[in-house]
């Protein structure tokens, strides 16, 4: 079975109800159900929550739930991985199936799309040697020339080794867009994080990542969103 794995617990607090609050004409939840659906590429889609009223989102917009996320994994600090090993070991119980491989997709990463998600199971697949594949973008300046503020409110340079090396000799560097995370079912088990000499990334476009953690983050995406929608049609 490949299982879609949605991650989406009650009591935010930043932005209350955020993950299922409308973004854009529906609730912030659907945009991720709704790019897993239209990628054709899982058995099933679920939505792993403590919250009966994502839950109940959660099914009006096509997925899952089949259990309730244990409360020991749904507070402030509990991180993905304890929380997509529940999930694949309730389903397989649930089910009598065993997960073949998994896709965990943030609920707010309305930005995500069908192709993504594809392009992560087709990156992940193309190799035996690979346990994850995950999405990731560049910095938009090369972090090796990055400043730090000391505790004097002086500027200095976190590498002073750079400062004289041009831009463009500089390597590109990417980090983690927050979006979604392909998975080999024992992989899961057998490695602590997502970060292994085994992950192989799926480069999104800056444009498409935005963190929403603030309500003008919210804002902010929002606008982008629309952009990115009138520019494609």
């Known amino acids: 079975m490949r299982l879609a794995i949605i991650p989406a617990r009650g009591g935010s607090k930043r932005i209350p109800r955020k993950n299922i ?43 899952k739930t089949p259990f309730t996320r ?25 089910s009598g199936e065993k997960i073949t491989l998994g896709c965990c997709i943030y609920a707010t990463a309305p930005f995500t799309t069908a192709d993504m998600i594809q392009a992560g199971q087709d990156r992940l697949t193309q190799s035996d040697d690979l346990d994850f594949a995950l999405s990731v973008t560049s910095f938009p300046f090369p972090i090796q020339r990055a400043l730090t503020i000391s505790d004097m409110n002086r500027v200095q340079m976190l590498h002073p080794e750079h400062e004289n090396t041009r831009s463009q000799d500089l390597p590109e560097c990417y980090h983690d867009a927050g979006q979604f995370y ?12 997502f970060f292994s000499g085994k ?8 444009e498409r990542v935005q963190d929403i953690d603030t309500e003008e983050d919210w804002h902010c995406a929002e606008l982008a969103h629309e952009l990115l929608e009138k520019r494609s049609t």
Do not use: N, Y
């Open 182 to 193: 392909w998975f080999r079912r024992d992989s899961l088990f057998d490695q602590s994080g």
């Open 21 to 63: 609050r409308h973004f854009r004409g529906k609730p912030m939840i659907a945009w991720s159900i709704d790019a897993a659906i239209q990628s054709g590429c899982f058995d099933k889609i679920i939505v792993s929550t403590d919250c009966e009223e994502i839950a109940q989102v959660a099914r009006e917009c096509g997925a």
């Open 70 to 94: 244990p409360t020991e994994l749904a507070d402030d600090f509990t991180p993905t991985f304890p929380v997509l090993q529940h999930a694949v070991e309730a389903m397989e119980l649930i």
């Open 199 to 206: 992950s192989a990334p799926v480069i999104i476009p800056r």
